[in-house]
């Protein structure tokens, strides 16, 4: 996509995009810069056939993994798990870990969302006349 090109829809407050707006090929998407999320970090990635990552932790965030499609093997402090579309994993930031496409024919597409320090808690509220959030 070339400079300009987005198909990220911005509006006062929002932004709303397809997964394939957000670049091509295999790797990180990068939601977070694309989007303007400033709350937290959040990548899409989508690994080849077979393609394993590299080892890494993180010094602060933790991280929610989300498998959208394929099937993932998930290592954690050397404990391998299986993930397949609509897995998800939590992972604290000290935590070592490694991601590996099972498929040896299909894309795997996850997506990761970090963060430090905190949920907010239950601060929904409906606009004034409105009946309140369901949930």
């Known amino acids: 996509m070339a400079e300009g090109d987005s198909k990220v829809i911005k509006g006062e407050g ?5 997964l394939d707006d957000l670049g091509e090929g ?23 056939p077979g393609y394993e990552s590299g080892r890494h932790y993180h010094d602060q965030q ?12 998930i290592e954690l402090d050397g404990e391998t798990q299986e993930l397949g579309p609509g897995g998800i994993a939590w ?12 498929s040896d024919t299909e894309d795997a597409v996850y997506f990761v969302v970090g963060g430090k320090d905190g949920y907010v808690g239950r601060d929904g509220r409906a606009p ?8």
Request: no cysteine; charged share 25%.
């Open 128 to 135: 004034e006349g409105e009946p309140g959030p369901r949930g």
């Open 14 to 18: 929002y932004a709303v995009a397809h």
């Open 62 to 73: 933790e991280e929610l993994y989300f498998v959208h499609q394929g099937s993932l093997e």
């Open 91 to 102: 992972v604290d930031a000290p935590v070592v870990r490694r991601f590996r496409n099972l």
């Open 26 to 48: 295999w790797g990180f998407r990068k939601v977070r810069r694309e989007l303007g999320v400033t709350a937290f970090g959040a990548n899409a990635v989508v690994m080849p």
